[in-house]
């Protein structure tokens, strides 16, 4: 074992005696492929649970993220304990001083329960499917709707703020930090001529009413059980205040494009529209009356505004230097800003068909 291996099992050790659990006998495996906190499953003969240290350099406000989390949890808990939710609801686990995280060092840890036999997968492979994802991410903000959003932290601030985005690309055109604008000049011409589009996403913003959005609505961020059904919503680290356009537009973003969003073969990008047509039915169906017309019209929107806001996210960190997004090539987060764009593009000229599809 290396010396890198033995500094983390002994924080383990320090962090898990601060619960009241038996840790004598643990098996400590990592558990998923994410790229920002460090998970792990851990498993004693008698209990199964799942340990995060949490990235507070990417969530500084990590009592707040962990507090958010608690809130929304037994908020949902108690209406599935009303049968008014059908998903499973994995608690957050007090430490022996009440508190949701424990501080080891500079690092925040927390405790969770694991839902037994259950699993993740990372990609959409049918509209079935995607209808499942949907109708799971639907149900988890309608269940939310009486929820009072004020009582939740912002834990990024202008996290789906296109303005607030474009003026961060505008500060990286101006400054040029690497000399690389000249390399991507036509680009960033296309996404700054996008003002049409940013005042329409700007003005709908305004007349729409805020929910507790889950904010990275991915597949991997659900789990799933036997027969492939959803069985619960995790990852609530960027749960806040927000629109539905933007977690259905991070859906489609997410499952739409037969590209990964680091492919640089865009001329080869094609929208699944009949994964379209699942995840906007679908999500739809699940909020029933509890979605007004406007919100309806705007998640046609929110598809487009997704890749394009990522795009543009993209373009700024590759200017700036790939400070960011962590990078595995030269050019990377220009590949994923093309791929992105060309994803907002390819939706832009497919509207018509995805307005038909939402009827």
Same mark, same amino acid.
């Given at each position: ?42 498993? $004693? ?9 949490? &990235? ?12 958010? =989390?608690?809130? !929304? ?7 599935? &304990? ?27 840890? +927390?405790?969770?329960? %694991? ?8 990609? #959409? ?17 309608? $269940?939310?709707?009486?929820?009072? #959003? ?5 834990? !990024? ?7 607030? +985005? ?9 400054? *040029? ?12 011409? %296309? ?12 003005? !709908?913003?305004? /007349? ?23 069985? =619960? ?16 537009? *991070?859906?489609? +973003? ?35 009356? &509890? ?49 992105? !764009?060309?994803? %907002? ?13 939402? /009827?």
């Amino acid at each position: 074992m290396d010396n890198k291996s033995v500094s983390l099992h002994s924080d383990i050790d320090t962090v898990l005696n601060n619960y009241d659990y038996d840790f004598a006998e643990v098996e400590i495996v990592v558990l998923g492929n994410g790229h920002i906190n460090n998970t792990y499953k851990l498993t $004693t003969p008698d209990c199964e649970f799942v340990l995060q240290q949490i &990235n507070h350099d990417v969530f500084p406000k990590t009592a707040e993220l962990s507090s958010n =989390a608690q809130k !929304i949890n037994l908020h949902l808990q108690q209406q599935k &304990n009303s049968g008014n939710y059908p998903l499973a609801v994995p608690q957050q686990i007090l430490n022996k001083s009440g508190e949701t995280f424990s501080k080891v060092g500079d690092n925040f840890w +927390r405790l969770m329960e %694991f839902i037994s036999n259950s699993y993740t997968l990372e990609e #959409v492979e049918s509209p079935k499917q995607a209808a499942l994802v949907a109708n799971a991410f639907a149900e988890f903000s309608c $269940t939310l709707s009486d929820f009072p #959003v004020e009582e939740l932290a912002v834990i !990024i601030e202008g996290f789906h703020d296109i303005s607030f +985005r474009m003026r961060q690309l505008n500060e990286a055109i101006e400054i *040029d930090l690497r000399g690389r604008l000249s390399g991507c000049r036509n680009l960033v011409n %296309f996404c700054l001529a996008q003002q049409g589009f940013i005042d329409q996403v700007v003005n !709908i913003s305004q /007349k729409l009413p805020l929910h507790v959005t889950h904010n990275d609505t991915k597949i991997n961020n659900l789990l799933f059980t036997e027969g492939g059904i959803p069985c =619960a919503v995790i990852d609530l680290d960027t749960c806040m205040a927000g629109l539905l356009m933007h977690d259905f537009g *991070d859906m489609v +973003r997410a499952c739409c494009s037969n590209l990964a969003e680091d492919d640089s073969n865009i001329d080869d990008m094609e929208i699944k529209l009949d994964i379209f047509e699942a995840l906007i039915q679908s999500y739809q169906n699940a909020f029933g009356n &509890n979605i007004s017309a406007l919100e309806k019209d705007s998640l046609i929107v929110g598809a487009k505004l997704l890749p394009f806001s990522l795009g543009t996210r993209f373009l700024t960190d590759y200017l700036n230097g790939d400070s960011y997004f962590q990078v595995s090539r030269e050019k990377h987060n220009l590949d994923r800003a093309h791929n992105q !764009i060309q994803l %907002f593009t390819l939706l832009c000229e497919a509207e018509p068909e995805l307005v038909k599809l939402a /009827k």
